[in-house]
Nanobody, 125 residues
Framework: KVQLVESGGGSVQAGGSLRLSCRAS????????MAWFRQAPGKEREGVAA????????TYADSVKGRFTISRDNVENTVYLQMNDLKAEDPAMYYC??????????????????WGPGTQVTVSS
């Protein structure tokens, strides 16, 4: 089974930036899509951004458009989430996911079968 490991979480002031990384143990078997999800206490899991690792096309949740950027480095087996202008609604545990998505990518968690343990993001005002 492919292992995903996230890093880069932490605490930042509102308006600040963080870059999350997700490294896959076996990039050749992760499928064609990787995505970032987040879940805050008492809230449902939310798809944040997804990327097709073959062609690089991306999609974002409306709540993060213009602030977050997902990218991939196929040499380093890593997907990144650059988060700028962090807001009070962004704190959560952020999870990386991978899988094969026939529609190129998806923000639905059920489409992914490999998940990382998560990394915590905290935003202070």
């Amino acid at each position: 089974k492919v292992q995903l490991v996230e890093s880069g979480g932490g605490s930042v002031q509102a308006g600040g930036s963080l870059r999350l990384s997700c490294r896959a143990s076996d990039y050749t078997h992760i499928g064609n899509s990787m995505a970032w999800f987040r879940q805050a206490p008492g809230k449902e899991r939310e798809g944040v951004a997804a990327i097709n690792t073959n062609i690089g096309s991306t999609t974002y949740a409306d709540s993060v458009k213009g602030r977050f950027t997902i990218s991939r480095d196929n040499v380093e087996n890593t997907v990144y989430l650059q988060m700028n202008d962090l807001k009070a609604e962004d704190p959560a545990m952020y999870y990386c996911a991978a899988g094969h998505v026939p529609s190129r990518w998806s923000l639905m968690g059920t489409k992914y079968n490999n998940w990382g343990p998560g990394t915590q993001v905290t935003v202070s005002s």
